[in-house]
């Protein structure tokens, strides 16, 4: 990951800028720079990942334009031929193609033409407009604010626009800010037209796109690694990946020293493969001491989030002090897509797409958070092949009836896309989905209860209602999240919509923990 933070104006003293900068720091550690070019402030942090010399430096500027942009431009290479005879290169850095196509096509154009995971800042001295953009699914983050004089900044994380700015509000995924006014680009969850493809076309386009999502995600000019949890979704990353790869790949998994539910299986999958695996184990003092800086680095409040970040800000911190990878790929955003295990209670196959499209749209609130902020703040960049916009797209318009558990298999589909073709152990490939924060060991939620009962009394979260009437705690550990988010974000709690819940309108959805375990169907999930 990289980080940045501009600014409309020079209002801001440099050596304040550059302290503020220094907040995201850990998201580009490898060269840091900041630029006043045409009386605009441009902050960069660097994780070299694509061109590694300084060529690959940002801010990219022209003698009108100024651009940094935290991301990966997937098809860099065909958007490059399109401008070569127009524009002098000064690096092989996927994301200067952003200069000359902008200036060729202008911005609503540009984003269009994008495939990546990207959020960008632009300045065009032509028309002195600040503009941004963020790719559709939010996988890269980005926030925006007003200094005390009405200038807009932006950044890629809040903490960096807090000393300077205030109305700090999350960058809409899929959405452009052309210097007046947001303009929606790409709503990956609005679905214009099904197609009704058979269950045997389905599963090949899936794989078909899958696989070609893994590939186009391992380019880097720096060493690329796999998180392996033993699930469906990260196994399946490692098999395509494996596959593609001619030497071991690196994987590598997490699970408490009691019972952790998924280290045995991403084990079994390890071997299979024969990646060069790794496993780190954490215990009740590491859980316990990470919690306020997890929360810090993750600016959510949210209970499921905080949960699920734990294992993986303290496995990411451990690939970062103990290997010389940069690039981690990771299985977020099939569950979105293809269902939880309380989606098996959807009354409908209309109920079940609705579920799908609100959770495609607050992603980057959740999952696509946490991913981002335990990767990035430990100087990696995480990349999504689930959240692939071929990929995406093609299975948003799945029939949602196909998609129903009507096949007594969660996630049916995707399972059946590589069934029989040895990119997986089938035991492996059918195993009952066990939630993250569970599957690292039940034990780890069990010690969070457990200080957070030592905390808080009833009382206090009966009183909870009138310290924070916006998206109220209502058990001790979520008031415990709450004090620890507000000290760090005093009254941003709004940054995030609500808790990460099951849809508590559907039968035996109505839970008062977003653990899948809590849930009738859990079944052998978390054995």
Not at 42 to 54: H, Q, T
Request: glycine share 6%; with cysteine; aromatic share 12%.
């Amino acid at each position: 990951m990289c980080g940045f933070l501009t600014m409309g104006s020079t209002e801001v003293e440099i050596d304040v800028f550059d302290e503020v900068l220094g907040k995201i720091e850990g998201r580009g550690p490898d060269m840091i720079e900041t630029s006043r070019l045409f009386d605009k402030t441009f902050g960069f942090n660097r994780l070299a990942i694509m061109d590694l010399s300084e060529n690959g430096m940002q801010p990219f500027s022209d003698d009108h334009t100024i651009v940094v942009c935290n991301g990966e431009i997937y098809n860099y290479p065909e958007l490059k031929k399109n401008i070569m005879d127009e524009y002098t290169f000064k690096s092989s850095s996927d994301c200067e193609v952003l200069i000359p196509l902008y200036r060729k096509y202008g911005l609503d154009t540009l984003v269009r033409y994008l495939d990546g995971e990207y959020a960008f800042c632009l300045y065009d001295a032509d028309t002195d407009k600040m503009m941004a953009a963020r790719d559709p699914i939010g996988i890269r983050p980005m926030f925006y604010g007003y200094t005390e004089k009405g200038t807009i900044a932006f950044g890629s994380e809040a903490k960096a626009l807090m000393p300077v700015c205030k109305e700090i509000m999350p960058f809409p995924p899929g959405h452009y800010y052309d210097g007046e006014k947001f303009v929606c680009f790409n709503d990956v969850a609005d679905v214009k037209l099904m197609h009704n493809d058979d269950v045997e076309t389905i599963a090949l386009n899936l794989r078909v796109k899958l696989i070609e999502a893994v590939k186009k995600r391992l380019q880097s000019d720096a060493p690329v690694g796999y998180l392996l949890s033993g699930g469906l979704d990260s196994s399946l990353v490692c098999a395509i990946g494996q596959r593609i790869t001619d030497t071991p790949i690196k994987t590598f998994a997490i699970g408490m020293e009691t019972d952790p539910i998924d280290l045995k299986y991403a084990k079994e999958v390890a071997e299979f493969l024969g990646t060069d695996h790794t496993e780190v184990i954490m215990t009740k003092e590491d859980v316990l001491g990470s919690l306020r800086e997890v929360i810090r680095t993750l600016e959510t409040w949210d209970i499921t989030t905080i949960r699920a970040s734990i294992g993986m800000y303290l496995l990411c911190k451990y690939i970062h002090e103990h290997t010389d990878l940069k690039v981690i790929l990771t299985g977020e955003v099939s569950d979105e897509l293809f269902g939880y295990k309380y989606t098996d209670f959807a009354p409908s196959p209309e109920e079940f797409q609705k579920e799908s499209q609100k959770r495609m749209r607050e992603l980057y609130m959740y999952d696509v958070l946490r991913a981002d902020r335990c990767i990035s703040a430990n100087a990696l960049e995480g990349r999504v092949p689930f959240a692939d916009l071929d990929f995406v797209d093609y299975t948003m318009r799945i029939d949602p009836k196909k998609k129903m558990n009507t096949y007594n298999k969660g996630k049916y589909l995707l399972r059946h896309a590589f069934e029989g073709l040895n990119y997986l152990p089938q035991d492996i490939l059918f195993r009952e989905k066990a939630a993250f924060s569970d599957a690292v060991g039940h034990s780890m939620v069990d010690y969070l209860k457990e200080y957070a009962d030592s905390l808080y009394t009833d009382e206090d979260v009966v009183n909870a209602k009138e310290k924070y009437p916006y998206c109220t705690p209502f058990t001790k550990e979520s008031l415990l999240y709450r004090d620890i988010f507000e000290s760090y974000y005093p009254g941003k709690a709004k940054w995030i919509k609500d808790f990460w819940m099951p849809n508590k309108t559907w039968e035996n959805c109505d839970v008062n923990d977003p653990s899948a375990r809590v849930l009738k169907n859990y079944g052998d999930s978390g054995k």
